[in-house]
């Protein structure tokens, strides 16, 4: 009786070890904080090493010495066709708890948190497989086509009325999205952990103080790397002011022109004025003669259709002295 019951235990050990594997694991719950998390900072993003690569935003973490920065970076994707949900700050319970990120078919719930680079608070704008091979998106994502040749341009529009840097959902000024629908059937399929990679990237995170809440104020030297590990060298990217992110919240557009592969510029009006003004081309000669009609009506000028004949002047006409007219004055 004794040995089948110490068998007994060593199966199950077994078993919780096999559903314990990061291989085929669930979303879960990890650490519980009572302060929230810093704002995102705002960087750029180091130009994408290769093809294959999909960028994992940056993120604060939370460590023995308060939160620190993970820097954003571009990682492989464990299996072809598999997607990087990220992983977010949530409150509940009195606590802000950590759901941590991971891989999938398809993009879950992420807290509505504007990542940025794609990561719009819903989905993923970056790019998307097709066969065996992930196509970028350049209008949201630094690709450099000499390097990566999988690429197209999708406008992402910004929908977004008030921008900030939130980095949670729920509580006290945190993001006030559900999931939906679909993100919840997400959050129900087999989904892989993070990489030995990405797992490595975050301890390394955790043990440079410099990537500290404490020590940098919400603008960590370290924003963003070119790879996961990879804290040094020139395209290694730190933070700007703390700021909201002049993108706000990209949403793609039509994304039946998106199906098509058909290229939509960006809107002029992302442009500012002055660079509107210097791209028009300069008048011909010809033309300069001819004045420009103002577009909108100037202050005081008479509304459509009305009358402008001239008035008839209703002044005395002088009187003549010595055949000569006298005009009065």
């Known amino acids: 009786m004794h040995k089948l019951s110490l068998v007994a235990c060593l199966l199950l050990g077994v078993g919780v070890l096999a559903f314990a594997s990061p291989t085929l694991a669930q979303v879960s719950i990890g650490v ?41 970076t571009w990682v492989i994707a464990p ?22 990120g991971y891989w999938g078919p398809h993009i879950g719930f992420y807290g509505g948190i504007n990542y940025g680079f794609g990561y719009t608070g819903v989905g993923y704008a970056g790019g998307y497989w097709r066969g065996g091979a992930f196509v970028y998106n350049r209008s949201v994502t630094n690709v450099n086509v000499t390097v990566v040749h999988n690429t197209y341009n999708q406008t992402v529009i910004n929908n977004n009325v008030t921008v900030n840097r939130v980095s949670y959902n729920g509580g006290a000024g945190g993001i006030a999205a559900r999931p939906s629908p679909a993100e919840e059937a997400a959050a129900r399929e087999p989904h892989v952990a993070p990489t030995a990679e990405q797992t490595q990237h975050e301890h390394a995170s955790g043990s ?33 002011a703390a700021a909201p992110n002049a993108r ?16 939509r510029p960006v809107e002029r009006s992302a442009a500012p004025p002055a660079d509107r003004t210097a791209a028009r081309p300069a008048e011909r ?17 008479p509304e459509p259709g009305a009358n402008t004949a001239p008035k008839p002047n209703n002044r005395p006409r002088p009187k003549e002295k010595d055949g000569k007219s006298e005009e009065r004055r």
């Open 32 to 72: 519980s904080v009572r302060i929230g998390p810093p704002a995102l900072p705002v960087y750029e993003q180091p130009a994408c090493p290769g093809d294959g690569f999909i960028w994992m935003p940056g993120y604060w973490a939370w460590g023995p010495d308060g939160y620190f920065w993970v820097p954003g």
């Open 79 to 100: 299996r072809v066709g598999f997607l990087w949900t990220p992983g977010y700050w949530g409150w509940g319970g009195g606590v802000y708890l950590w759901h941590p």
């Open 208 to 240: 440079n103080r410099a990537l500290l809440a404490s020590a940098n104020h919400g603008q960590p030297p370290i924003a963003a790397t070119p790879k996961a590990g990879v804290f040094s060298g020139r395209d290694v990217v730190a933070a700007r």
């Open 248 to 263: 706000g919240a990209e949403r793609p557009a039509n994304p039946a022109t998106a199906a098509r592969g058909e290229a």
């Open 285 to 301: 000669p010809a033309e300069r003669a001819q004045p420009e009609q103002p577009r909108g009506r100037p202050n005081g000028a």
